[in-house]
């Protein structure tokens, strides 16, 4: 072997190397920062203070969630004065969605309630911001988004390019169709046709009794397409443009809320992935793995979240942008 390939091959290995101590430098940093924060994170939805004002904050991708809908029983059963429940959501699955909903509803039967959608509050999402009966949005927030959808992978293609049948044996031809291992077949197809439509009719039913809309306004609004927070007050799918002081005015006005009560943050016993100090260190374990795409996913919606949004399948209310490059 000549001198300048003992080098070449050197060079590789140095490289492999450098690989592995990267990726275990960043797995050790994971592990030590989920370590911390299992002991220094408060969990249960703690009170931060009953003289004040409750802020609660829904983000990311909604799924059902247990634990949430206990901590806003225990918040509905406090002496908080009143609550403001922040959304930055394009929603989730429609089950998920839905007992958001009505855990937000039974809130609102105990405690004041004001709704302020932030940077997005579309689909799954916006339904969460029907339990209250006021909803507040800035001006270049992104509402509505009223659909659903079914989606689900198909790999028939590339079971032949790689050789492989799936072979199965079931006791009816719509038991788990469509499954994406062969094409879905037509009576397959109008079965889901016949689900997405069924949850469609519940969510726009649902959006012409809480906004109190006539059929005419509602065709205007439910074909799946968000609006601007400027838009959405037009078509009274949000009451006010604003932000958290425009709430706490609402609250003071119509709820009689004391004025000069302080807004403390109630915790919704967040899982421990999604924490924004581990968001941020496994991001930086997928860009050392050259995995970037995955990282930036990762830091916008935590490592549950990017999961999630790897393999989201079944009934959903969300709305899913173009992913960008």
């Given at each position: 072997?000549?001198?300048?390939?003992?080098?070449?091959?050197?060079?590789?290995?140095?490289?492999?190397?450098?690989?592995?101590?990267?990726?275990?430098?960043?797995?050790?940093?994971?592990?030590?920062?989920?370590?911390?924060?299992?002991?220094?994170?408060?969990?249960?939805?703690?009170?931060?203070?009953?003289?004040?004002?409750?802020?609660?904050?829904?983000?990311?991708?909604?799924?059902s969630d247990q634990k949430r809908v206990e901590a806003l029983e225990r918040l509905g059963k406090s002496n908080a004065p009143a609550v403001i429940v922040h959304i930055n959501?394009?929603?989730?699955?429609?089950?998920?969605?839905?007992?958001?909903?009505?855990?937000?509803?039974r809130l609102k039967a105990k405690k004041p309630m004001?709704?302020?959608?932030?940077?997005?509050?579309?689909?799954?999402?916006?339904?969460?911001?029907?339990a209250s009966d006021h909803i507040v949005a800035q001006q270049t927030a992104l509402v509505g988004s009223i659909g659903v959808l079914f989606q689900y992978p198909n790999i028939?293609?590339?079971?032949?390019?790689?050789?492989?049948?799936v072979e199965e044996v079931k006791s009816s031809p719509l038991k788990a169709a469509p499954n994406g291992y062969e094409p879905t077949s037509p009576e397959a197809r109008a079965a889901i046709d016949a689900l997405v439509k069924d949850s469609y009719a519940w969510f726009r039913g649902l959006v012409q009794n809480r906004r109190g809309m006539d059929d005419a306004q509602l065709e205007k609004v439910a074909d799946g397409r968000v609006f601007t927070g400027r838009q959405a007050v037009d078509l009274k799918l949000v009451d006010q443009l604003g932000d958290e002081k425009a709430a706490i005015a609402w609250l003071v006005?119509?709820?009689?809320?004391?004025?000069?009560?302080?807004?403390r943050d109630f915790k919704l016993s967040p899982r421990l992935t999604d924490l924004t100090f581990i968001r941020t260190a496994a991001s930086v374990a997928f860009d050392a793995l050259g995995l970037s795409s995955i990282a930036r996913q990762v830091e916008q919606t935590g490592i549950v979240g990017a999961a999630d949004r790897l393999n989201l399948n079944g009934m959903l209310a969300l709305w899913q942008p173009a992913p960008s490059n």
């Open positions: 072997m000549s001198m300048e390939s003992d080098v070449i091959v050197d060079r590789r290995r140095l490289r492999r190397k450098l690989t592995f101590w990267r990726v275990a430098s960043a797995l050790i940093v994971i592990g030590a920062v989920v370590a911390v924060g299992a002991y220094a994170t408060p969990w249960g939805g703690k009170l931060t203070g009953a003289s004040a004002i409750q802020r609660v904050n829904i983000d990311g991708l909604i799924r959501s394009p929603g989730g699955t429609t089950a998920g969605s839905e007992e958001l909903y009505d855990a937000l509803t004001v709704v302020v959608v932030e940077g997005l509050g579309a689909s799954g999402g916006y339904i969460a911001a029907l028939t293609d590339l079971l032949k390019t790689v050789g492989v049948k006005a119509e709820k009689k809320v004391a004025p000069d009560l302080p807004v």
